[in-house]
């Protein structure tokens, strides 16, 4: 079955780095939109930035020029390099799959990973 596996995610200061990485199975990678979405509790989700199969990316004002997303068919693995973090970074990030990038937020999904960025 399809599985995603984000990894890479932890406590940083403001204006810090980090490198969230989603390792993709089940599922013939190169065919897939991926993207990366964030959710607080209490909070709405929401879709930060995706990549198609031709690897046209889009970003949500909030992460653009901060956020960059990357794809490595050959090891079918999704990448989210985030630079200068705010404390309002702080979120669950979880990657996800679809056929079509309309169509992430109802494809496959990882269980997420946790980003803490304190000021």
């Known amino acids: 079955q399809v599985q995603l596996v984000e990894s890479g995610g932890g406590s940083v200061q403001a204006g810090g780095s980090l490198r969230l990485s989603c390792s993709a199975s089940g599922l013939t990678y190169s065919r897939y939109c991926m993207g990366w979405f964030r959710q607080a509790p209490g909070k709405e989700r929401e879709a930060i930035t995706n990549?198609?199969?031709?690897?046209?990316?889009w970003y949500a004002d909030s992460v653009k020029g901060r956020f960059a997303i990357s794809r490595d068919n050959a090891k079918n693995t999704l990448y989210l390099q985030m630079n200068s973090l705010k404390p309002e970074d702080t979120d669950m990030y979880y990657c996800?799959?679809?056929?079509?990038?309309?169509?992430?937020?109802?494809?496959?999904w990882g269980q997420g990973t946790q980003v803490t960025v304190s000021s």
């Open positions: 990549i198609d199969i031709k690897e046209n990316t």
């Open positions: 996800a799959a679809a056929v079509g990038c309309s169509r992430l937020s109802s494809g496959y």
